[in-house]
Structures are given as C-alpha cells and as structure tokens.
C-alpha cells in the first residue's frame, strides 16, 4: 500500500527551484531511504511533507488523505512524525520533559483538565515516564533524564531527538540523518531498533541517509534526489549499481536557477 | 489614623498587585508572551464589576462577570497578533491599553467620563474597621485562590506544553500541539485573573476614574515579575510583596525627607535603575524557575537514584 505519495512538489525559494517536481512514494511497512548530494532538497522535501515549508505546486498524500496544506500538528495527529536534521529541543526543560511533550496523549495538556482531573492526568504521567525509560535506555541516556537538554552534546541532542518521535509512537517516521554526529556503534544501534520497530510493529520509515553501506544493511528501496528532483530509485544493489549513480552522488548538486 | 486602616491598605494592594504579577508570570514567565497592556485588562475587570454592580448583581457574579469579560476581552483582542510574529501582540496590548483608556475618557453617559465612577461597596458590617477586615480577608482569599490555581497549571502537563512554546514553537507545532490554542487559552486566564484584581480595586476604592489605569501600572507589574522570578510562581508573589513596600516606603521617606526631585518620580528613577541591575547581574530573579514537578518527574527520580 502506498502510505505516502508525493505529487510533483515544486517549491522555490526566491529565484532558487530547490524542489522541480519531485514525486515518489513510500509503501506501508518499509524503510525507504532518500540519498542524494548536499542542497539537492532533501530536507527541503521532508519540510514540504510535514508542513513546515508550504509548497509552491504538488501535492502530498497520506494513507490516500490529501495533505498538502495542514499544519505539522495536524500531520502529526494523522500518524507521522518529524525528527529535524538540526534538533529542536526544549532547552531549560529536562530531556524527560523533552521526551514526554511528544506522547500522542496527555489529557492533562488540556487546562480544565489540568485543574480537574488530577488523579488521571498523573497516573498518566507515570505510564509515559515508563514509556520515556524504554526509550532513554535504548539511547543510552536513562542516567541524564533530568539534566536540561540545553546541557546536551550535539550527538546527545540528536538521540533526543530521534527518542522524541519514537515516544509519538506513530504510524510513519521521517528522520533527517539519524546517525550524523552519533558515534557507529550507537548509530547502528539506532538503526537496528528503528529495523525491529519495523519488523515487529509494522512502522514505516523514511530516513534520509548520507552513508551508503548502512543503506545496504537497512533500506528496502532508494530514491535519488539531485537538483530538486528524483532521479533514480529501486532496490540498495538496483539503485548502486547505476552507472549514473556515483556521478551523481558525488557531484555537487546546483538548484535550477528560475528567475 | 487607626493603622489597622493602613495595614488594610497595604495588605489589599499587595494583593491586587500579586493578581497582576502572577497572571504575566502565566503570560510572559511561563509562554513568553509579552503583554505589555496589563493595565487594560485590569480596567476592564475594574469597569465590568462596576457597570454590573451598579446594575445591581450579587457581589460574586459582580467579581465573576467582571473576571470573565476581561478574560475575553483578552481573548478577542489578542487572538488576531498570536498568528503573528511575538512582537505584533506587544504593540497590540500595548496600543489597547492606551485606546481603552482614551475612549473610557470620551465616554459619559455610561461610566463617568474623566468624572470618574462611584463604585457601590460590598461589605456594609456596621463598622468601618469590620469592613477593613472583610476586604483584607477578600482580596487575600482571591489571591489565595488564583495562587493555588496557577500553582497547579504550571506544574502540568499543560504548564510543560507553555514552557516549551517559549522554547521552540515550531518544534511544539511539530509535536503535534496548536501553539496558537495554547496561547490563546493563556491570555484569557491571565487577562480573568488581572480583571479580578480589578474589580477587587474598583470595590475596594469604592470610586474609579481613567487616570488610575496609566501604562505605569503595567510598569511596576512588569517590575515585579522581572524582580521576583519569571517563570516562578513564588517569585511573582514576592515580586508583588517587595516592590509594593519600596513604593510605599517611598511614599513614606518623602514625609521626612526633602529631596530636590518629587520622590514619586525619584522612584520611577529608582526602579528603572534595579531593573536594569537585576537583567544584568540575577536576570533570572530572586527566585528562579524551577522544573515542572508531575508524577513523571518522581518516576525519574527514583530511577536515577536507584542506577
Ligand atoms: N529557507 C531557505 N531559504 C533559502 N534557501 C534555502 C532555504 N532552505 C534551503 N534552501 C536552499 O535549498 C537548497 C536545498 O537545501 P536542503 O533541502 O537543505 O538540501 P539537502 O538537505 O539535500 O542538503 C540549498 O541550496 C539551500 O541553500
Ligand atoms: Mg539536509
């Protein structure tokens, strides 16, 4: 099934096409890997999917629904999940703080509630405190739990960000270079769970991924962006063994000049 | 004069000033908005409990319709700017605040004008140190109240949801939460609770007028946060305690000493100067934030202790 469809999106910045018309899709319950040399729109593409950057022309759908013009809490809530290439955390607050802001629920979010039903909203709270130790475990960072995530190094920032969207618990993730600055030990860790979250759960991935050995290990299909658009995709082997691919890979990627 | 009057006095606008400073700690301390129109919505709360008085409700629907009316005055005015950039919603409270108080003026027929308003009195005990008691009691119960209720909210999930909009908005949007629904939820709680405290004013006073609701209100409120702790409960209440003894001390200090400027602007002077040391050297306040403290953060506790 194709849970994520992108139509043709084209998006300019200023007189800089940075996405021509780029279109693929994402089927239900693979990892799909999007390569592609730096300024080609990767995350540019990711920021068109999940409503942060409004697009110019195109369309996105997800699960069939027409996305193109919600905002990211309302993408959010229809079951996908954004982890930024640079961090967004919540600096003063503790990374358990981080972690919890991004449960799907917590009624006590709700004022009223917040005032009313205090029993519920705390034992809520201690269920998802459970949920944030599975994932801080997973990353290594249960013993920093409380520290502010100011205090972070720039790996350690990127786990938080990355256990923010496993805490979202949703039906696709889209992950903007999940093993850079992270040490390949625990990046292949990462990916692993990622893998397993796939296997066992039925979780869709897209990741935007640099390094192409991990692709072999972990993507079922490839898309090659250059210059705005995709220009190859198949399987790992399909898409490495182009003869085009390297040149590509390598080459430096220039935005179409419109203007 | 009797001082229980002057303790009287002294008590309530603590009070009142306490309301103020704990409803822009829910604004600006905890979500980063910065409403620079306080004074606007404690003349509305102010005004509404007087034209409901007048029309001759029970007191407490008085206090209530005057709170709720504020309140939404907040909602409709700001809603517009918190679509916008942070900056739109100063100049919006900052501009009302002064519109409210112009047209207040040019109006006559249903508030006074610049002649002011009679605001009829509550308690009527038979004596005057009686009624002095029962508006300490009054004022110090709804602070109390709001205390606790703003104690509560901040140490919630939905406190964490306003501090992360003051972090990162877009990431808040991200997570899957409508910044502007929070936002917007916030100032009608603060802009209820700064119309309280004024209809505790306007009944208090027992007389309003345009001049008492100059944009110096807001200045001291705002001097009271920033003193206090922003993002402290504690600390606005502090805040409110101490700056309003220095503006009565002040007050006092000009009986017995004569100075070459009117200490009533030597003052202004005074805390103008404090708040810049205070940004400079404990930009953080007397009491600073501290985490948000739920079940979840006991589970964390008890976790790292036992590793
Ligand atoms: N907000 C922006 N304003 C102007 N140009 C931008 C903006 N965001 C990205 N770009 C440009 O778009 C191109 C693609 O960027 P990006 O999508 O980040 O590439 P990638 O993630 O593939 O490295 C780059 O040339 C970049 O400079
Ligand atoms: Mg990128």
Redesign the pocket.
Known sequence: MDLLVVDRVVKN??G?R?LNQASLVVKKGTVTALV??????????FNVIYGLTPADEGEVYFRGKKITRYPPYQIYREGLALAF?LPRLFNQLPIMDNLLLAAPVNSGENPLRALFTRPRWQEEERALARQAREVLELLELTPLALRPAGQLSGGQRKLVEIGRVLMAKPEMILVDEPAAGINPVLARKIYATLKKLQQEKGLTLFV?EHRLEVLFDFADYVYL?DAGRVVLEGTPEEVLAHPDFYTIYAGE?R?WRVL | MDPLFYLADTLIFIGIFSLLSLSLNLEFGLTSLGNFGKVAFFMAGAYAYTLLAHAALPPYLCFLGGALIAGLIGLVITLPALRLREDYLAIVTLSFGEILRTVVKAEEGLAGGVRGISVPAVFHLGSSRADALANILLTLGCLALCFLLLQALAHSPYGRVLRAIREDEVAVKALGKNPVYFKASVLFIGSCIAGLAGGIFAQYLNFIDPTMFLPTVTFLVWMMLILGGAGNNWGALLGGVVVELMNRGTRIMKDFITLPVDPNNLQFIFFGLLVILILIFRPQGILPEGPVKTAARKEAQNWISSL
């Open positions: 910045f200023g800089l940075v592609g040399p730096n300024g080609s729109g990767k995350t540019t593409l290439q935007i962006m990627s935005p």
